[in-house]
């Protein structure tokens, strides 16, 4: 071995040498950090994101070719790259020297929203134009299908003509020679890296792997690090040693032989998948396709899959049983293991031994009349670890129809991969056919028994899923033997046929049709134009910088938070000693620190900044620590020692809240015309309720900040993503004891934000700004995405209950609903949420007598918070629900009911406001019309009755959103704008930039009112310097009312000018902004609020300023015997009055949307009945990824409309469209409605929000739901509780 070996890699072309390397850096810190390539990002740590996407390029001395592959440098340690090249997005193309024809495509056709995931987008394409210039849609789907989908749109008119730069190949990086040189070159001996902590040992040959193996026999073989790696990041595991194997050729072997395919375990998943493409393994390759993401396949290797046997693997079932065998290999010599139980299970006699290593994998061929099949469901279809996955391989023996072997494993159904032996080995000999079906399922059921609080939850879907994917298996088989021998097998009935197709699965398209110009208006005026992101070329080039991308600073430090672990406690000690006692630590922020200010309240209700003495939710802020590095400051966080002791009661769903009379403040009440009296006139009355879960922001940014003392004057700059820069001010200052002016708020843009960065950021700011006070020294913090999730709450879960007075024709005449919100620990926004939720509720419908009431719970969870839509998606969901369960007692679709029920023209809202109902009705209107609603409403009957195991759903839901936030002071908005003696400008406002794109229209504004070209403008960032006491960015208003100050200020200027201007009217605006005449050039603006008023006593008012509309329609098919669902077809029509710019308003409404849809659907965070958040990563937490975005998907806008009080007649857009995302949980229930109708289940349908797999399974009850054993309530303690 070679003793302190230098690592040389390449990053964009350019030579790293480390000598000192420590082996713990993985590569996304040293690239963001150390060579301040900061385009690549972090987004959640664990490889589930894709934000840190990187390409990397290996050279292979003996094939002579170099391999291209996308990878998550969040999950590679730096010592795995040596003689590898690295490119970041800085390497395909900047401004500095050229953008790459990927970067600006992206830009141009408006896929970049805040931006944050963007650089990683571009490297997945990027890398795929690498391997395939002309890649087909399958390519890549493949390379994006599970990405996450939080914001991103692509659209472009049908007439929207982009210039797009053509490829220039020498802008392309090649593989550096040094490297080729070296790999041909260098004699190939064992590398080691040491450092602090941790040993790293790269063998380059199998002899010296064998030797570090015998040395080290606990050292794990790390091949990938994606399993080494997220295990020593998320649980804690820690190895003093690593052996990681480098380019050994017999772990890379591919071998045909007769009887089966040797497969090297060094292979990555991605290159058994392409190798599999050329055999007839289509059980492995169908699972290929969905396992995890297009990275992690690639760094992934087939040994370290198999060696890892998690418990959901997706391989392992199959391996298993396809009898495959393991070539193993240790100093004693060569041995064969099978692949089975007693190896899945580690039983110590199957198992590897401590100096043994997997060489390679054989797989055999399957036999004539030997079939194999693979199953598997998860929370999403692509990029998401299985709930339940199988293999299942039955061998008939030369015909006969008789079962002579049988062999079935399942995943995520116990600690690691289960086979169901006993059942097999009892079927032999039978005849496959319903009798044996019958058997097998009983058997199963009693041999692979799940426990009601089996970790995971979802128990008894999960037993469904065992039989009624063997069920599958069954079908499968029967229709197989069908077509090879049709006069013995007669095979299924056509209508059974559906269970064995795989769901509807087409390349996507859509399209967005944008208003047009008024062919009057100047060409030069971007108004209405669809302008690209003021930042897309930034974004796409990682030029862009968020908050941590700012370079580190001398002397700085880093803050990491300590949070309660308990529900409801008291605290009674806190040990800070060995913290303290770490090397690097400088402080501990406690309560004695805050100067008695312990506490700043937003809303009313004071909220504390750190709990000493009660906790009061799992995640509650006790202590921070503060070390000269983040490393260490984690390090030590995790040693300070609370001793905690349990109060009663803990509360922590909405019933137990109801139970304990635990509410914030009294109930919100909201009543119009005479319920009790319409109740007696009704033909007639249903009850129902429907309970709604919260939602995480899942913003891409995590919480970041940044403090920095000036050093004179008690004076501090705080960098931080907010979206509410003024409040971090008051707090930052309030908690100081120093008056604003001396703390300045700069925020140049958001990563994503959705509500959650407002009263949670400052928090976080407060805490962050104590230590640079005490030691003069900036302070960073940046949360990890588990602490964010756990701290910071999001949407407010629902329960709403209704009682509907209507007629058999389906008018509704009383409506009486209350809603109750799950607020968590602290008020925070919980009784706004409420109140816009009760003035939303009537969402398009005119209900002539109703009563609205509604209570914020008090709850020992994480507070919950603004989330965009901001109680609407809740309130909406529940009157949407009532509708569609009045639908159902009428015997009438729910959209007849809905239009029924519709304001028509002029009306009055349940507060009194005026509405003008029409484009309400235009909009619905054309929606039927575009999306062909009655044809494919027929044509969609027609397959249900078609097929028994998929059905189909149309659902369309109308859409009536207010804009406005009840005060007129909340929606005042200022603006600065300087005009510079060279003509150019520079514009100010107080909104923030977090994606929606309100810089770019800022400056659209500027442009139109200034009569200058956009490219003569300019904004730097949203600072409290620049425009004080900005209001929150939120409510869709952003644009709306920082437009108008804009627009004011640039009129001030140019009436200020006008006579200069006049004077020389072919000038420029140099010669304008003329010094000499002794005219201020820069003004301020102002718009002093919509007027806006509400009355909760009368329940009158005109809280808004106007109404959204909109309609969507949405199609999808769900298949019953899994729960899956496939959202095939939605349409929007919007009514957006004059858009000021429709490539970002069509980006608002389409990720609006998909927010929407993840919400209904697949959204679903759990708690633990302790009140520990488990969902804390987007491997638990699954938003959409790019495969659920609707396979067609089209959004048209009404023709402009004028709105005389809103900027050029525009309306505000980033919040409706999550309501819409509610079309698709209404066609799965009338998917699921379908499929029990058909099975003779008459009875009301309760189906809750999000409807997930689990819940549309268990709706579409069958022989196999009625089959599993379930659990009395009350027998155990439930994994998970819904709250
Ligand atoms: C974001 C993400 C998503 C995922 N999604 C899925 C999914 O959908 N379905 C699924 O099935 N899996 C999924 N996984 C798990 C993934 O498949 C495994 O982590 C991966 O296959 C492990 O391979 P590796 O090379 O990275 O292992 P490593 O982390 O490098 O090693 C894992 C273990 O294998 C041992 N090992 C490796 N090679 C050998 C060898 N040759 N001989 C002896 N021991 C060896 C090591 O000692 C170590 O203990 C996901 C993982 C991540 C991070
Ligand atoms: S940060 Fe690496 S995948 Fe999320």
């Not at 009935?493 to 049709?513: F, I, M, P, Q, V």
């Not at 969507?1112 to 029509?1133: F, M, P, Q």
Request: proline share 6%; glycine share 8%; hydrophobic share 35%.
């Amino acid at each position: 071995m070679d003793g302190a070996a230098e690592l040389v890699f390449c990053v964009n072309g350019r030579k790293v040498i480390e000598k000192n390397v420590d082996p713990e850096t993985m590569l996304l810190p040293y690239l963001r950090k150390k060579l301040q390539l900061t385009g690549t990002k972090y987004g959640c740590g664990g490889g589930g994101c894709g934000a840190c996407t990187v390409m990397i390029s290996r050279y292979n001395p003996i094939t002579k070719r170099i391999r291209h592959y996308p990878a998550n440098a969040c999950l590679l340690p730096i010592c795995s790259l040596h003689g590898a090249a690295v490119t970041t997005v800085e390497g395909v193309g900047s401004t500095k020297a050229r953008i790459h024809p990927v970067q600006e495509r992206i830009a141009k056709c408006h896929g970049t929203q805040c931006g944050f995931c963007t650089p990683g987008m571009v490297m997945s394409i990027y890398t795929l134009l690498r391997n395939h210039p002309e890649p087909t849609l399958d390519q890549l789907t493949d390379a994006l299908g599970g990405r996450l989908y939080v914001c991103v749109c692509f659209s472009k008119d049908d007439d929207d003509e982009e210039e797009f730069l053509p490829l220039d190949p020498t802008q392309e990086l090649i593989f550096p020679p040094e490297l080729m040189i070296m790999a041909e070159k260098q004699p190939q001996r064992t590398r080691v890296f040491v450092g602090d902590r941790m040993t790293w040992i790269s063998p380059v040959t199998l002899k010296e792997l064998l030797e570090a193996k015998v040395k080290y026999p606990q050292a794990p073989i790390v091949m990938g690090n994606t399993s080494v790696g997220p295990e020593v990041r998320f649980k804690g595991a820690f190895h003093p040693v690593i052996i990681s194997p480098e380019c050994i050729e017999e772990l890379s072997v591919v071998n045909h032989a007769d009887d089966g395919l040797t497969l090297g375990a060094g292979l990555s998943l991605a290159q058994v998948k392409e190798i599999l493409k050329t055999q007839t393994y289509h059980a492995l390759l169908k699972h290929l396709g969905t396992l995890a993401g297009c990275q992690i396949r690639n760094m992934a290797s087939l040994g370290g899959h198999i060696v890892s046997r998690h418990l959901d693997s997706d391989l392992n079932p199959l391996l298993a049983v396809g009898n495959c065998t393991l070539n193993l290999l240790s100093k004693e010599g060569e041995r064969q293991i099978p692949l089975n139980e007693q190896f899945l299970t580690k039983c110590p006699s199957a198992d590897l031994k401590p100096g043994e290593i997997l060489v390679s994998v054989n797989i055999p061929y399957s036999r004539k009349w030997e079939f194999v099949s693979a199953f598997r469901q998860a929370q999403r279809q692509q990029n998401a670890l299985a709930i339940v996955n199988s293999g299942m391989r039955v061998f008939f023996g030369e015909g006969g129809g008789i079962i002579r072997e049988l062999s079935i494993a399942y995943g995520g159904v116990g600690p690691t991969t289960i086979c169901a032996k006993n059942s097999c080995q009892k079927l032999i000999g039978r005849p496959w056919n319903e009798e044996m079906l019958d058997a097998a399922c009983r058997l199963i059921l009693d041999e692979v028994s799940l426990p009601g609080w089996a970790p995971g939850g979802k128990v008894e879907f999960k037993r469904t899923l065992l039989i009624s994917f063997f069920f599958k298996f069954y079908l499968k088989v029967s229709q197989i033997l069908k077509t090879m021998d049709p006069v013995r097998y007669p095979g299924l009935a056509d209508k059974y046929e559906s269970a064995l197709e795989d769901l509807h699965s087409r390349n996507h398209w859509g399209t967005s049709k944008y208003q047009d110009v008024d062919p009057k208006q100047l060409p030069q005026d971007p108004i209405g134009r669809p302008i690209m992101h003021l930042s897309g070329i930034k974004h796409t080039t990682g030029e862009a910088i968020y908050c941590d991308d700012m370079p580190v600073l001398d002397g700085e430090l880093f803050l990491a938070f300590v949070t309660s672990s308990r529900a409801h406690a008291e605290i009674v000690s806190i040990d800070l000693s060995e913290a303290l006692s770490l090397p690097g630590v400088v402080d501990i922020v406690t309560e004695e620190d805050l100067r008695g200010v312990n506490s700043f309240g937003l809303f009313g209700e004071p909220e504390k900044l750190l709990e000493t003495q009660e906790v009061s939710c799992v995640g509650q802020l006790v202590c921070a620590v503060v070390a000269d590095s983040e490393v260490q400051a984690k390090r030590a966080a995790k040693r300070v020692k609370i001793v905690y002791q349990d109060l009663e009661p803990v509360i922590l769903t909405i019933e137990e809240a109801i139970r304990h009379h635990s509410f914030f403040q009294g109930e919100r009440k909201l009543e119009y015309g005479n319920v009790d009296e319409a109740f007696k006139v009704v033909d007639q009355i249903l009850e129902g309720e429907i309970h709604m879960g919260g939602q995480e922001h899942f913003y891409m940014e995590t919480q970041s900040m940044l403090a920095v003392p000036k050093g004179e004057d008690q004076e501090m700059d705080v960098y931080v993503s907010s979206q509410f820069p003024k409040y971090i001010q008051d707090i930052v200052a309030a908690t100081l004891k120093v008056p604003a002016n001396k703390i300045m708020c700069h925020v140049k843009r958001v990563g994503g934000a959705f509500g959650g960065k407002v009263t949670k950021t400052g928090i976080m700011g407060a805490l962050g700004s104590q230590t640079p006070v005490e030691h003069g020294c900036p302070v960073r913090c940046i949360l990890e995405r588990g602490e964010d999730m756990l701290i910071t709450g999001g949407r407010h879960p629902y329960l709403g209950k209704y009682k509907a007075g209507f007629m058999n024709d389906g008018r509704i005449l009383a409506l009486d609903v209350e809603h109750y919100c799950n607020g968590g620990s602290t008020l925070d926004e919980s009784l706004f949420v409420i109140e816009i939720g009760l003035l939303k509720v009537d969402n398009a419908y005119k209900f002539p007598n109703l009563r609205f009431r509604g209570w914020a719970c008090r709850t020992n969870l994480p507070s919950n918070t603004a989330l965009r839509g901001f109680g609407f998606p809740q309130s909406g969901l529940i009157t949407e629900n009532c509708i569609t369960e009045v639908a159902a007692k009428c015997g009438l679709s729910p959209e007849k009911v809905r239009m029924m029920n519709m304001y028509k023209e002029i009306d009055q809202t349940p507060y009194k406001q005026e509405i003008d109902a029409t484009n309400l009705i235009q909009c619905w209107k054309e929606c039927m019309a575009t999306s062909s609603y009655s044809l494919r409403k027929v044509a969609v009957e027609k397959f249900n009755s078609e097929n028994y195991w998929k059905k189909k759903g149309l659902a369309m839901v109308p859409l009536k959103f207010p804009v406005g936030v009840l005060s007129t002071a909340a929606a005042q908005a200022a603006a600065l704008v300087h005009i510079y003696l060279d003509g150019s400008v520079l514009v100010t406002h107080g909104g923030i930039e977090m994606g929606q794109g309100v810089h770019t229209k800022m400056i659209q504004v500027a442009s139109r009112e200034l009569r200058m070209p956009m490219s003569n403008v300019h904004l730097r960032g949203t600072s409290t310097e620049t425009v004080p006491n900005a209001n929150v960015s939120g409510g869709s208003l952003v644009a709306d009312l920082n437009g108008l100050a804009v627009k004011d200020a640039c009129q001030t200027l140019l009436k200020r000018l006008e006579p200069i201007i006049s004077k020389n009217p072919k000038g420029t605006w140099k010669d304008w902004a003329a010094f000499d005449e002794s005219i201020s050039l820069s003004a301020t603006g102002y718009f002093r609020g919509y007027e806006s008023h509400m009355n909760w006593e009368t329940g009158e008012g005109h809280p808004f300023e106007y109404f959204v509309f909109g309609a969507a329609c949405s199609e999808v098919e769900i298949d019953c015997l899994t729960g899956a669902h496939k959202n095939i077809r939605t349409d929007i029509v919007m009514d957006i009055g004059h858009s000021i710019n429709p490539a970002l308003d069509v980006g608002q409404i389409e990720g609006a949307f998909i927010q929407g849809m993840g919400l209904y659907t697949i959204e679903e965070l759990k708690y633990s009945p302790q009140g520990v958040l488990y969902t804390r990563g987007p491997d638990q937490y699954k938003i959409p990824a790019v495969s659920d975005v609707p396979t067609e998907l089209h959004v048209s806008f009404l023709p402009p409309s004028q709105n005389s009080n809103t900027l050029y007649s525009s309306k505000g857009l980033g919040e409706p469209g999550v309501f819409l995302g509610c079309s698709v949980f209404f066609a799965i229930h009338d998917a699921v409605r379908a499929a029990r109708q058909e099975r003779g289940l008459l009875g009301p349908l309760k189906l809750d929000s999000p409807l997930t797999p689990e819940k549309i399974r268990m709706a579409c009850e069958d022989k196999f739901t009625k089959m599993i054993p379930r659990d009395e309530p009350g027998s155990y303690v439930p994994w998970n509780i819904p709250v």
